[in-house]
């Protein structure tokens, strides 16, 4: 039996960035062994079903694969630390979950793949030892490389709209500037799980990789402090002379963070919408099995999500998985009072995102033995 927990990724990985910050911020003892490693291959990834990172070895051997189910994993253990217990910071906390780990994956892509001359050497060498030693290394590396610059056209990266990418998420981050001038982390004083889901974009991508992070400490050194806020196990609030604890009082949302939001809506709502009638067109024709795999993303050949946003027409690979995360949201507010409910729809209309409420697949998704799959 091991003595502490072992996660399994690689620096630049977006989605390590949020279990491994949830594991510092939570005093969680852990070691980190790259998925080039060899006991990835051996050990985890039977367990884990996908060679997907991250994936986390528990101290009595369990295997947990992708950063949602490792947060959930410790957060049901202990109470939900980082859970808000009242209504609109609780709903807004998991909507910032959904939106980080699925809405933001164009501009993270974006600054990853099409700065090469700012970006490339940096990457080359992050890529390269992420990969096992041996034989045809090199040539893995640049296989590994192009499949992820590809992944930016799925996500809707195309070349011709780069400005749009760049004008969205220039006003988000000056949003979210403006909203960590006041307090250290999205709803108060400590992290919520918004805040882990958020950092999986600003961190690994847009928050390391040479050009964003150039960007980044020029325009947003609120949002610069806020990620070396989230990899200290400490508040790392010292520029507030006087912190408070725990999550703002009365469920408030500032307004500066419902001016975040409202920017972010602009494009997560319309793909959001597009991606449903996708999945569900899909659904009609494919009809999968119950406890059949649901693939993360189905891609744009077998079901493409076209919208516009700020009058860009854009086209995306539908992601099963957002829905994945956005049926907590719709769960959490199902289960609120008819007045918690109004007060809380208020709040998502004053957003532009009272729809994704009622945004749904016409089928469930569940979690069974590492994978998603079709309830």
Same mark, same amino acid.
């Given at each position: ?40 291959? %051996? ?70 793949? &099409? ?25 893995? %590396? ?20 780069? =400005? ?35 950092? !999986? ?29 989230? &990899? ?10 006087? !912190? ?21 809506? =602009? ?44 009058? =860009? ?21 199902? %289960? ?40």
């Amino acid at each position: 039996m091991l003595d502490k927990y072992t996660l399994y990724g690689i620096p630049h990985s977006l989605y390590t960035g949020r279990a491994r910050s949830y594991l510092i911020k939570n005093g969680i003892p852990f070691r980190e062994l790259s998925c080039g490693h060899e006991s990835f291959k %051996t050990e985890i990834v039977p367990k884990a079903k996908l060679a997907t990172i991250p994936a986390l070895l528990t101290p009595t051997g369990e295997v947990i694969r992708d950063g949602a189910a490792i947060i959930e994993y410790f957060e049901v253990r202990n109470d939900r630390p980082c859970r808000p217990k009242s209504p609109r910071q609780r709903l807004v906390s998991d909507l910032f979950d959904v939106i980080g780990a699925e809405g933001l994956l164009r501009p993270a892509m974006h600054y990853r793949w &099409n700065f090469p001359n700012e970006n490339l050497d940096f990457l080359k060498y992050h890529f390269l030892n992420a990969q096992r030693l041996g034989p045809n290394r090199q040539e893995k %590396t640049d296989y590994v490389m192009d499949k992820m610059r590809f992944a930016g056209r799925m996500f809707g990266v195309s070349d011709t709209n780069h =400005e749009f990418v760049e004008s969205l998420y220039m006003d988000f981050l000056r949003a979210l500037d403006k909203h960590l001038a006041s307090v250290p982390y999205l709803l108060g004083w400590k992290p919520c799980i918004g805040d882990f889901g958020l950092l !999986a974009p600003m961190f690994a991508h847009l928050g390391r990789d040479p050009k964003p992070l150039a960007i980044m400490q020029r325009e947003a050194i609120h949002v610069y402090r806020w990620i070396e806020r989230m &990899n200290s196990p400490q508040q790392d609030a010292a520029e507030f002379f006087e !912190a408070g604890e725990g999550y703002l009082s009365d469920d408030l949302i500032p307004e500066t963070l419902i001016d975040v939001l409202r920017i972010l809506a =602009e494009d997560f709502v319309p793909e959001t919408r597009a991606a449903a009638n996708a999945i569900n067109g899909w659904l009609a024709d494919a009809n999968p099995p119950k406890g059949k795999r649901a693939a993360r993303y189905l891609g744009q050949n077998e079901s493409k999500a076209e919208f516009t946003a700020r009058g =860009e027409q854009l086209a995306a690979g539908a992601q099963p998985y957002r829905f994945y995360l956005l049926q907590r949201v719709q769960d959490h507010f199902g %289960t609120l009072s008819s007045d918690e409910q109004v007060t809380v729809k208020s709040l998502l209309k004053r957003c532009d995102l009272d729809e994704v409420l009622d945004i749904t697949l016409e089928r469930r998704l569940g979690c069974e033995g590492n994978l998603e799959i079709w309830l």
